[in-house]
């Protein structure tokens, strides 16, 4: 009849980067003023929320906002009484992310503080199932959610019965009202392949152990993250991997779509990033590739004591940045400075892994462990076409190539639901957390009649949680001390030889580490049950105020409670004495069927006993796990350390450059190299007495330095032919 559906259309989306990308895209498909309102800082000086009511009020056609500032919207539709007759669209872009259930948390205090006679005149139960219902969606909001990765939630949320008609059940699951899959994009030439031309790479190495302490023994859960993330950092491992990244990209990558391809690297950490930025201008530079410049992106600052390693060496507290590591960017947007031609590689950490539009992305090198929709998601930045590009390519250095393919299998026809989701999730979790006497019921009553007072203070709030949160810091801290009491008994008594004294003190130990870990279970369980409560709590009615309070006492509580320091341990001299990088091929193969998505379940785990170990034995288990296939001539860690030294004495490469091998071993090379090895000794002590004592050896080892300085001098000459050519 010409009237339209909706007043307002709100797109929403969770990301500032694609926040923008919309922006653009709506901006021009509509260029009539007043069609498009954008919420941002930038656009206007009024808070985010005034804007959002001025545009709402004023009836704007499309409203642009990102998933922080829709509860802004929810407030204005839910309290305005301008607005409660009006019909709204929202389209929700990514919603396999979209948290929607914690917008009712958001909501409290605008309906709390309602000054209708109808909400005056409620008890604390009625106000509480009156903020319960906030938590479902309003009626006068239809949502049409998108995505390429649903979640179970997000298939419950925005799915459809398969019969309308009848209730929502195992026999009868929620579906999407459109599918266009991926094999179908694929297909249809809408997107690329990006699995067609996935490689992963094994490694392996030997760590040397010569300085451990005996008597030293360490958590075995820190001390492997630990050593996982000093393998991540080491200076070879990087190097390695920058040499093969760079080549490659220049091999196959860099010629394509009118030497206009681009490549991006996923590192582990922002720390991680900032070495291979380093390491990838320190290596472009040595080789002379005018043509290669990459740009890194990380949010935050890293300090030069955080990435000091054998051959990188900034004071402490050094402060490398987005700005300051880009100087070519001159503060603008990296997102279209990658654009431009002057850059190729994009080096990320998280910033940009996914939600990012490039369509010139044409390589993408993994080093960051992936599962499941981020997989999807992270690999999913290649599969944008562009006019001329019909391949991508992957190289994983991080990843099961099985789990990935497994992930992707998930996505390629169409993801189903296993069941449906049991909303009684909440109860078996707040009853396993009821037994564990951290709190008690009055505690959680009196706190859930406070949050319906619209004069409560925060203060009184945490005065309303002290009780429980002594208890658990309390108890947190007895177990602490009283591991630490038994580890020096049981050392103690190991230097003694008495075996049995050992045993008891281990016994104790284990104990007191099993009730920690069950402390643990209790905190990291609040945070399950708030997640799940307030998505389960937008499916069903609950009608059940005393829930809706333990959901707001859970999500206090847990920001006071403490938990376990990381353990300090101190891998200051170890020595990777062996490293090789091997690729490996994977096959992908179309299944028949989808992925199944299971709902969440009720049950916490139980305590556990937190292993302790020798450092010893946890670098044994490491090197027999990916030291097998290592030979002698994979020997690199301090080679290539000396080696690193000698490029920047130029006597020394002047003298490689211009003579046989016989003449620069009598020149400079020698007394160079052995005072690198002194000054190594504090890092590689072993190794430098050996060859500091040993003159057969360090003979040897220094005709090693002059072939691998032989070797760069030839790449440089080759270089030096190309350009010229």
């Known amino acids: 009849e010409g009237e339209p559906s909706f007043d307002s259309v709100i797109v929403v989306t969770d990301r500032t980067v694609l926040d923008a990308q919309l922006q653009e895209a709506i901006r021009q498909i509509e260029h009539q003023q007043g069609v498009v309102s954008a919420i941002d800082r930038e656009s206007s000086s009024l808070p985010k929320s005034q804007q959002l009511a001025k545009a709402l009020l004023d009836g704007t056609p499309i409203i642009v906002v990102t998933l922080q500032t829709f509860p802004y919207a929810l407030e204005a539709i839910l309290t305005e009484k301008s607005l409660r007759n009006k019909n709204f669209g929202v389209i929700m872009d990514e919603a396999h992310n979209s948290q929607t259930g914690s917008t009712a948390g958001k909501l409290r205090q605008a309906l709390a503080l309602d000054s209708s006679e ?361 177990l602490n001390d009283a591991i630490e009491v038994c580890e020096r008994e049981y050392l103690m008594a190991r230097e003694r030889g008495d075996e049995v004294g050992a045993e008891k003190a281990e016994a104790r130990r284990s104990e007191h580490t099993r009730a920690r870990d069950e402390l643990l279970v209790f905190s990291q369980g609040l945070v399950k049950f708030v997640r799940t409560y307030e998505y389960v709590a937008q499916l069903v009615e609950f009608g059940d105020p005393q829930i809706e309070a333990f959901a707001a006492f859970s999500r206090l509580l847990r920001k006071r409670l403490k938990g376990m320091t990381p353990e300090q341990v101190d891998l200051s001299g170890l020595v990777l004495s062996h490293y090789r990088l091997t690729p490996q091929q994977t096959k992908w193969e179309v299944r028949e069927e989808g992925g199944l998505l299971k709902p969440i379940g009720g049950d916490l785990r139980e305590g556990r006993d937190r292993e302790r170990t020798y450092l010893q034995e946890l670098i044994q288990r490491l090197n027999e796990a990916f030291g097998k296939e290592i030979s002698d001539k994979d020997k690199v860690a301090f080679a290539v350390h000396i080696s690193e030294k000698l490029r920047d004495n130029r006597t020394v490469m002047a003298q490689v450059r211009n003579n046989p091998k016989e003449q620069a071993m009598r020149a400079d090379l020698p007394g160079a190299a052995t005072k690198a090895i002194v000054e190594a000794m504090s890092s590689h002590s072993a190794l430098s007495k050996r060859l500091l004592s040993d003159e057969t050896t360090r003979d040897l080892f220094l005709s090693v330095i002059y072939e691998m300085l032989k070797k760069d001098v030839a790449g440089e000459l080759l270089s030096d032919v190309r350009e010229e050519s």
């Open 118 to 478: 109808e909400l005056a005149s409620l008890t604390p139960d009625e106000l509480l199932e009156k903020l319960q219902s906030v938590r479902g969606l309003p009626r006068n909001v239809s949502h049409f959610a998108f995505t390429a990765t649903p979640k179970h939630a997000t298939l419950m949320l925005f799915g459809r019965p398969l019969d309308p008609v009848k209730p929502v059940s195992k026999e009868n699951p929620p579906v999407p009202f459109h599918l266009y899959t991926m094999q179908q994009a694929i297909e249809e030439d809408f997107i690329l392949d990006v699995l067609q031309n996935y490689a992963s790479y094994k490694m392996a190495l030997r760590i040397g152990e010569t300085f451990v302490q005996q008597n030293q023994r360490v958590d075995a859960k820190y001390a492997k993250r630990a050593l996982a993330r000093w393998l991540s950092l080491h200076p070879t491992n990087i190097a390695q991997k920058v040499e093969l990244i760079i080549e490659h990209f220049r091999k196959n990558v860099a010629h394509l779509l009118g030497h206009q391809a681009k490549a991006m690297v996923v590192t582990s950490s922002r720390a991680a990033a900032v070495k291979y930025k380093l390491a990838f201008d320190r290596y472009v530079e040595k080789k002379g590739y005018q043509n290669i410049r990459s740009l890194v992106a990380f949010s935050g600052q890293i300090l030069g004591k955080e990435i000091n390693d054998d051959l990188n060496h900034y004071p402490d507290e050094e402060s490398f940045t987005e700005e300051n590591m880009n100087p070519g960017a001159r503060g603008r947007d990296l997102r279209k400075v990658f654009d431009t031609p002057e850059y190729q590689v994009m080096l990320v950490a998280n910033k940009f892994q996914t939600g990012f539009d490039q369509p010139k992305l044409v390589a993408m090198y993994l080093d960051k462990k992936v599962s499941g929709v981020e997989a999807v998601q992270t690999l999913s930045r290649l599969n944008r076409t562009f006019p001329g590009k019909d391949q991508t390519f992957i190289i994983d250095f991080a990843n099961d190539p099985e789990q990935i393919v497994a992930a992707f299998h998930t996505y390629y026809k169409n993801a189903r639901i296993a069941d449906v989701q049991d909303p009684n999730v909440v109860y078996d979790m707040k009853a396993r957390l009821d037994d564990m006497g951290i709190y008690d019921a009055e505690e959680v009553r009196q706190f859930g009649i406070a949050i319906t007072d619209p004069h409560v203070t925060h203060q009184q709030l945490y005065q309303l949680t002290q009780a429980a949160t002594d208890r658990f810091n309390g108890r947190m801290k007895m």
